[in-house]
């Protein structure tokens, strides 16, 4: 199974990115997938999470302005950003809990590459 991430870029204060995210490989089934962030020399931050029915969580930081979404037909994950502010430079991870197939129902945790999002006064 892997998780690859696209999307990141610079975008001036105020603007607008979508990050994306693909799961592959031999997958029975997706629960909980997430967005992290880490900026350097801090521990990787929860930023959002969806569950696989849909319920979804933020970070205070980012209620309001960022909105997860999934696909579950494609094992795919979306991070809508918007009113991207200076503080939101960093990289972003995805991650996801996977049921391989032929696991016997194990749940697995898997990370994606990080993607860099930049955010310019």
């Known amino acids: 199974v892997q998780l690859q991430a696209s999307g990141g870029g610079l975008v001036q204060a105020g603007g607008s990115l979508r990050l994306s995210c693909a799961a592959s490989?031999?997958?029975?089934?997706?629960?909980?997938m997430n967005w992290f962030r880490q900026a350097p020399g801090n521990q990787r931050e929860l930023v959002a999470a969806?569950?696989?029915?849909?319920?979804?969580r933020y970070a205070n930081s980012v209620k309001g302005r960022f909105t997860i979404s999934r696909d579950n037909a494609k094992n795919t994950v979306s991070l809508q950003m918007n009113s991207l502010k200076v503080e939101d430079t960093v990289v972003y991870y995805c991650?996801?809990?996977?049921?391989?197939?032929?696991?016997?129902?194990?749940?697995?945790?898997?990370w994606g590459q990080g993607t860099q999002v930049t955010v310019s006064s």
């Open positions: 969806v569950t696989g029915r849909g319920t979804t």
């Open positions: 490989g031999r997958i029975f089934s997706i629960n909980t």
């Open positions: 991650n996801a809990d996977v049921i391989p197939v032929g696991s016997g129902s194990g749940q697995f945790n898997y």
